[in-house]
């Protein structure tokens, strides 16, 4: 567990330690989750919602000057694993967009375009968005998928085939998990 004072240098050191701690406890929900096929705590993502909206109608979009790096790269994931609420994830992208030059990951943003358009029934632009089919990682659909590389290159992302092979290294399918 990281306990990492934030530098005192940011607007909003308390709502950044309190993003640490809802991210604590997401990660937490979700390790569990992984590791008992029949838990899911949906009321965890609902609260870290609700308390992301409080923080984002209070202080706009949490940015690296506000909360610092990891506490903006926090606020993402929270929205990210906001699927209940697909339209404020949609409002979180576009304050994502908004925000200067440096003030939000470039890669959160991708992560979150593709999560909404997925939510949206719509092709994803960067493939960041997996599903799970014959013990193997595959990309929900991508738009224009000759252009992916590409699109990922211009932000800086590394090729899909690597995304697909860290997918497979970093979420390894228990073959021999008991039926």
Known sequence: MNTEVPPENISHPQIAAE???????????????????????????????????EIVAE???????KVGEE????????????????????????????????????????YLEDRVRVNQG??????????????????????DEEQVNERRAAIGMGPLSEQIALMNEKYPFDTHKEE
């Open 19 to 53: 993003l640490h701690r809802m991210v604590e406890v997401d990660q937490a929900m979700r390790v569990q989750a992984n590791n008992d096929d029949d838990f899911w705590d949906d009321t965890v993502d609902v609260e870290n919602t609700e308390r992301m909206k």
């Open 59 to 65: 202080i706009g979009w949490p940015t690296v000057l």
């Open 71 to 110: 506490g903006a790269h926090h606020a993402w994931l929270l929205v990210q694993h906001a699927d209940l609420d697909v339209a404020f994830q949609e409002e979180c992208l576009a304050l994502m967009k908004e925000a200067g030059e440096g003030e939000v990951s470039v890669t959160d943003i991708a």
């Open 122 to 143: 719509k092709g994803q632009l960067y493939g960041t968005q997996f599903t799970q089919e014959n013990n193997q990682h595959i990309p929900r659909p991508i738009e």
